[in-house]
T-cell receptor, first 112, second 114 residues
Framework: TQLLEQSPQFLSIQEGENLTVYCNSS?????LQWYRQEPGEGPVLLVTVVTGGEVKKLKRLTFQFGDARKDSSLHITAAQPGDTGLYLC????????????FGTGTQLKVEL | KAGVTQTPRYLIKTRGQQVTLSCSPI?????VSWYQQTPGQGLQFLFEYFSETQRNKGNFPGRFSGRQFSNSRSEMNVSTLELGDSALYLC?????????????FGEGSWLTVV
């Protein structure tokens, strides 16, 4: 069974602070995706990383895929209240078929 | 273009009953997958359909079933409902099933079993 562990589980910070969320597994994934989910809604895709060592930037968000394609990180600089939400990493099974294994989630709250 | 549409959004059922949830994927998408989200277990994969065929299945009991129609719309059914089936059921669609396809989620159907 593939498992994805995210840390930290909860994070409460002040506006303007930086933060990093980690997503770790002992399994190899063909790709890794990061989602943000707000209460009462479905997850919204932020980014997909495919190549080991890949780094992608989305405005203030930086995503990195580990060299061995087993882990990933999400770094947010100068966090804003609008970044508040549940952040989920999800690994795509190497067999394809859109089967995602989701991480345990990181609940982020950014306060003024 | 319209996103993934799920109906109903909210429903309450009694233990022992059965429920059917519906999902309309994004136009042109042929792969539909279903997930269950609970506070305790997080998001877990139920099954995936592509061209009316179930291609992947998660570790859920046989009470959970699904199907896909020729227009790619999908339904999932849960029979003999248990209290533990209370959850947000999410449908997701993508163009195909090749690795790296972008997967889009609907807003989900909130099921409460009493």
């Amino acid at each position: 069974t593939q498992l994805l562990e995210q840390s930290p589980q909860f994070l409460s910070i002040q506006e303007g602070e930086n933060l990093t969320v980690y997503c770790n597994s002992s399994s190899v994934f063909s790709s890794l995706q990061w989602y943000r989910q707000e209460p009462g809604e479905g997850p919204v895709l932020l980014v997909t990383v495919v190549t080991g060592g890949e780094v992608k930037k989305l405005k203030r968000l930086t995503f990195q895929f580990g060299d061995a394609r087993k882990d990933s990180s999400l770094h947010i600089t100068a966090a804003q209240p609008g970044d508040t939400g549940l952040y989920l990493c999800a690994g795509e099974d190497t067999g394809g078929g859109n089967k995602l294994t989701f991480g345990t989630g990181t609940q982020l709250k950014v306060e003024l | 273009k319209a996103g993934v549409t799920q109906t109903p959004r909210y429903l309450i059922k009694t233990r022992g009953q059965q429920v059917t949830l519906s999902c309309s994927p994004i136009s042109g998408h042929r792969s539909v997958s279903w997930y269950q989200q609970t506070p305790g277990q997080g998001l877990q994969f139920l099954f995936e359909y592509f061209s009316e065929t179930q291609r992947n299945k998660g570790n859920f009991p046989g009470r959970f079933s699904g199907r896909q129609f020729s227009n790619s719309r999908s339904e999932m059914n849960v029979s003999t409902l248990e209290l533990g089936d209370s959850a947000l059921y999410l449908c997701a669609s993508s163009l195909g099933s090749a690795s790296g396809n972008t997967i889009y989620f609907g807003e989900g159907s909130w099921l409460t079993v009493v």
